[in-house]
């Protein structure tokens, strides 16, 4: 059997980069978010558990509220 993935979000990155967020739901039922970097033929894979996505978000967020 297979990972199954859903997108969630694409975007263009400045400099011609793009990052791609997936669910991923694994043989066993345990979700995941995965973090997908890419730039030109590089691609840098991470998956995050709930708490890892919510502090990454969170460190985010509060650095762009701080540049406006």
Known sequence: ??????EIANYELPYSRKAELREVTFDGGMKMLRLILREG???????LD?????ALSDAMGDWARQQG
């Open 1 to 6: 059997m297979s990972d199954e993935f859903r």
């Open 41 to 47: 033929r590089r691609i840098t894979q991470v998956d």
């Open 50 to 54: 709930q708490d890892s996505a919510m």
